[in-house]
């Protein structure tokens, strides 16, 4: 473990120096949810009494976490991992006594931790103050979010290290950097809460991975999903991350048997 | 048993080609045609615990590839590795704890952090132990003369002073071997000395076993006792150096300096005057200004009595007979693989 915590938290505590990037993601942040709610507004106003499946507020709330917890979501591969398969000096990271799906994955949950908080904490407290961001709806879901968002951060990482993988098939990522994105976006409840997919999409929503990425944290704190439901949610997340996990095992040691450190 | 043994080891890559132009590349969308490059054709040594060894080849002779191996982080096609008693690249865990690799062109120390936050790190990397990282880290900072440079961050450190905290950084784990891969590469001459002399210290006085690729002649001939010669991906000699001298470079040389500076071209004089090595049954190397070097065959010629038939002939100021520098018995060795040097012995690599 003590290798892991230190590449960790070496990571981490260079990307808390990253405050300026910080602050401009704040701001693009500010704007898009601010879109994305005046939009939803105009669209609840205009569906006069017709029945939701979330209230405004809760969406408006849904919308909010979003913005705040924008840089959790994987949407492409990790940049000092490129570099290294670009450079070469993954023959170092392969010197290094440590397994290197692990090494990956501490890279990644330093990746997917620091920057989300150094953008989560300014957006909550002025969505909260001025944008409708609401409350968590009970100490129930006061008590059960953290651990959902635990478990995104996890299976986050997890997505993270298997694009990080096809850098051992193809050196340019550039077809996961068009695909993942696109897909993660739609898919966790990024562009619009998954609640609002129609009903015969909702039982794919429903099984896929990605939900536990936004969706799953977001409705444990509108309390939308609780008890069963909300323990439910938490274990698809865990099942997957363990998925997620053993495929990027599998795929390591294919990929490592195959790689080539050119050069040098 | 020793320490490493490589055995018939073989490594095959797929290169992907593509015919030129357009036309090819079009074709390559659909087709992919794929080349085969043997990078090893079947490398056999053994190396002894505090061996200090000199690895050499042409650029794509395999030598990369063979380090890469022996360091667990590539599988070869057929063959085997062991380095104290382990499969490499099966064991690649407990294998690297044990050993220190440094590539020359690459660094492993963390470009953003000052060098001694990039020691710390490695520290809890290797999980080594606090008071041993505290011994092993002054030792290095003594020798190296890292102490003003270990509050500097990486990226502003200029290439020697990388160097050397590399070396420093292969190290705190007090790894038992050493692998370095061309570590004098862009160097200048005092950074070269500096790292010449550490490595030197470190298999004297600890013991280190230490493998050195490197395209330096200097590298080799100040450091290596055994010297490995590979090309094409198979060895070409292995032995001492003075072995490898007395298989390839039985050649002296005899360099002369005229008292007519004229005399060494036999174009300008005329050509009674003028000096020719054939008349020496010697071979010319090079010839700049009045000062003309010679190589010959003692067995054939004997030194003695080349210099009095060519004071006899020439005036001469001053004369001084050496063996040829490593480079040049490398380059003929190269060049008896004909492939690799087609210009034959003598010429330089490039």
């Known amino acids: ?264 | 048993m020793a320490q490493i043994e490589v055995r018939d080891l073989r490594k095959t890559f797929q290169v992907s080609a593509r015919a030129p132009g357009l036309w090819g590349a079009l074709r390559g969308v659909v087709r992919r045609e794929w080349r085969e490059v043997h990078a090893l054709a079947g490398v056999s040594f053994t190396l002894e615990a505090g061996e200090l060894v000199g690895y050499i080849g042409p650029n794509g002779a395999g030598k990369s590839t063979t380090v890469k191996i022996m360091s667990g982080i590539l599988v070869p096609d057929h063959g085997t590795c062991l380095v104290r008693g382990r499969v490499p690249w099966r064991d690649r865990t407990a294998h690297v704890a044990e050993i220190g690799v440094v590539f020359g062109q690459r660094t492993q120390l963390w470009w953003d952090l000052p060098v001694v936050e990039s020691f710390e790190l490695l520290r809890d990397i290797y999980r080594v132990p606090p008071p041993a990282y505290a011994r092993a880290r002054d030792e290095l900072v003594a020798l190296l003369g890292l102490e003003p440079l270990l509050d500097v961050p990486v990226r502003q450190l200029s290439l020697g002073q990388r160097m050397r905290c590399d070396l420093a950084a292969a190290l705190l784990h007090a790894p038992p071997i050493l692998f370095l891969d061309e570590p004098t590469i862009g160097l200048d001459a005092p950074s070269k000395l500096a790292v010449r002399e550490f490595v030197r210290r470190l298999n004297r006085e600890r013991g280190v076993t230490v493998i050195l690729t490197t395209h330096d002649m200097d590298d080799i001939e100040a450091l290596c006792t055994r010297v490995i010669v590979i090309a094409g991906g198979q060895l070409l000699s292995d032995g001492p150096l003075g072995h490898l001298r007395q298989r390839f470079g039985r050649e002296r040389w005899l360099t002369v300096d005229l008292s007519d500076p004229g005399q060494a071209d036999p174009e300008q004089v005329d050509p009674g005057q003028a000096f020719r090595a054939e008349e020496f049954g010697a071979r010319l190397v090079r010839r700049d200004g009045g000062r003309v070097c010679l190589a010959f065959d003692p067995e054939r010629v004997k030194p003695a009595e080349l210099i009095a038939r060519v004071t006899a002939r020439h005036a001469v100021q001053d004369l001084f007979v050496e063996e040829p520098p490593i480079e040049e018995i490398v380059a003929k060795i190269y060049g008896e693989d004909g492939r690799i040097f087609p210009g034959g012995p003598g010429s330089p690599p490039p």
């Open chain 1, 1 to 264: 473990m003590k290798p892991l915590l230190a590449i960790f938290g070496a990571r981490f505590r260079l990307l808390l120096q990253y405050r300026a990037a910080a602050w401009a993601g704040v701001v693009t942040q500010v704007f898009f949810g601010a879109v994305i709610t005046a939009a939803l507004s105009a669209f609840y106003a205009g569906a006069g009494d017709a029945r939701q499946p979330l209230l405004l507020s809760q969406v408006v709330t849904y919308v909010w976490l979003g913005q705040a917890f924008f840089s959790l979501l994987p949407w492409r591969t990790d940049p000092e991992v490129r570099e290294q398969v670009v450079s070469g000096g993954l023959a170092y990271e392969l010197l290094r006594p440590v397994d290197l799906y692990a090494l990956w994955f501490a890279r990644a949950l330093a990746l997917k931790t620091a920057p989300v908080l150094l953008r989560a904490l300014p957006l909550f407290v002025v969505a909260g103050l001025f944008l409708g961001l609401r409350r968590p709806a009970s100490l129930e879901a006061a008590l059960l979010w953290p651990l959902a968002v635990a478990g995104a951060v996890a299976l986050s990482s997890a997505f993270m290290v298997l694009m990080n993988l096809s850098l051992l098939w193809s050196v340019s990522a550039d077809g996961i950097h068009y695909l993942v994105p696109v897909l993660v976006m739609l898919l966790s409840g990024q562009l619009l809460p998954l609640p609002l997919f129609p009903e015969w999409f909702k039982p794919v929503l429903l099984v896929l991975p990605f939900r536990g990425l936004m969706d799953t944290p977001h409705r444990v704190w509108l309390g939308d999903l609780s008890g069963a439901a909300a323990a439910y949610a938490l274990a698809h997340q865990w099942l997957w991350l363990v998925a997620l996990i053993a495929l990027g095992r599998h795929l390591l040691a294919r990929g490592l048997r195959r790689v080539v450190i050119q050069g040098g």
